[in-house]
């Protein structure tokens, strides 16, 4: 001690001391009893005001429990002229102060994301309060009534509900997680568009029964957009598709089939369950294939003649699931047929999206751009090239490689003598 005061550092480390103890304290601490959580905010245009706000506000205690019937949320809708406001307005009848701190969900109606997310987008991310990793859903329709049908039946927490429904896109392939952190990064990126998830009521009405072949059914089996299910009982809300931004502007939808194969190009697609028509027998039988994710796609960018193409590679790996028909394609030269018959299948239907996004939506959410950026010296040179507008011409072939590595528990199928027909030998 006597070396540390002759040097000054036991002055030092005695006011360290000094002033550890003068900055303790909780004095911008607020009692958890104090505030009004809000669990989910929808943004919907208002009538007398700018905007149109519903808080979803968690009551605690309450818990949702449903032998009780005792409600575990609350909802306030505000009409004001920006989201804070609202707030603050909501404040002013709030028993206590409400936070946005654990607010997991933002559902944003279509009619206010045709308009433009870019200024909603820039208060979520200034926020201290609303987390980045918060989700952002547009919704076909009012945000309000979205948060007002969401009721889940097996978990008491609306938002948490939402969670994990989102977690569905481990296994189902057409529900995509975006956050406002990635929105906002893709729409400041020069090569990329956003995204976002789709959300909706589902009424439960019976839809007009078209008449459609089998091959045309199967196309369409998870061809939706959210509320146009067709089911009975549950939660209302459906949560399917993709919506499409060019800047930050809603321009289209994509429905849950378009968005399997928007996930498999840009790499997030984990697996997904197929169904696809027999390639022997399409009007007759169907096939059902797990497809899965074999390794991230390779994308390449080169320009011949000042024109941009890029080559997409896509690598799967597939597990029969069912041979309705009875056909052997586990086996020889029926296996690789089947391998072929699903690669150009993928490779057609992901050619069509593409060509979708380039002449109807004139919108790179694949972020192809990105890959353009070696061919350029500098960061400025590729800006100024603004690959977004040369989008629509630029010249995207696709390749998929599928390999089957598992047939579920069976080695091999034996046809039915009734799907036979007489003199058919198809499993040669």
């Not at 392939?173 to 400041?188: D, L, V």
């Not at 959300?199 to 078209?210: F, S």
């Amino acid at each position: 001690m006597h070396m540390l005061k002759k040097t000054g550092r036991g002055k030092i480390l005695l006011l360290c001391c000094i002033f550890l103890f003068l900055t303790t304290g909780c004095w911008g601490a607020r009692e958890t009893d104090e505030l009004g959580y809000i669990l989910a905010m929808g943004i919907d245009k208002g009538k007398e005001s700018e905007l149109h706000i519903t808080f979803q506000i968690a009551i605690l205690g309450g818990g949702g429990d449903k032998i009780s019937g005792e409600k575990g949320t609350e909802l306030y809708t505000i009409e004001a002229a920006s989201v804070f406001g609202a707030l603050q307005l909501a404040n002013a009848f709030a028993s206590k102060n409400l936070t946005l701190i654990h607010n997991r969900a933002v559902v944003v109606s279509d009619e206010i994301a045709k308009e433009g997310l870019g200024e909603y987008i820039n208060t979520f991310i200034r926020s201290r309060e609303i987390r980045r990793n918060t989700f952002l859903f547009v919704t076909p329709g009012q945000a309000a009534n979205v948060l007002k049908n969401n009721k889940p039946l097996l978990e008491s927490n609306p938002s948490r509900q939402l969670e994990l429904i989102m977690g569905a896109e481990n296994f189902a392939g057409f529900i995509p997680t975006t956050s406002i952190h990635e929105i906002n990064t893709a729409m400041k990126s020069p090569g990329r568009e956003a995204v976002a998830a789709l959300i909706g009521v589902n009424e439960g009405k019976e839809t007009e029964k078209k008449d459609q072949g089998l091959e045309e059914k199967i196309r369409e089996e998870v061809a939706y957009l959210p509320g146009q299910i067709p089911r009975q009982g549950g939660n209302k809300i459906d949560i399917i598709g993709l919506a499409v931004f060019k800047g930050d502007k809603l321009v289209g939808y994509l429905d849950g089939s378009q968005t399997r194969y928007y996930q498999m190009v840009k790499g997030s697609f984990n697996s997904a369950i197929f169904t696809f028509p027999d390639p022997r027998k399409p009007e007759e039988f169907v096939l059902e294939i797990k497809i899965k994710k074999g390794r991230n796609p390779a994308i390449k960018a080169k320009f011949v003649d000042n024109i941009p193409q890029i080559e997409v590679s896509l690598f799967l790996e597939a597990e029969i699931i069912s041979i309705a028909s009875g056909i052997d394609y586990e086996t020889g030269k029926m296996e690789h047929e089947l391998e072929q018959y699903l690669e150009r299948y993928i490779t057609a239907e992901i050619s069509k999206l593409v060509s979708k996004t380039q002449e109807e939506y004139q919108s790179d959410i694949f972020g192809f751009g990105e890959y353009t950026r070696k061919n350029f010296l500098t960061w400025q040179k590729w800006q100024d090239y603004d690959w977004l507008g040369k989008y629509p011409d630029a010249q995207i072939s696709v390749n998929t490689n599928l390999a089957i590595r598992r047939t579920g528990l069976m080695s091999n199928t034996t046809e039915l003598p009734a799907n036979k027909k007489e003199g058919e030998k198809v499993n040669e």
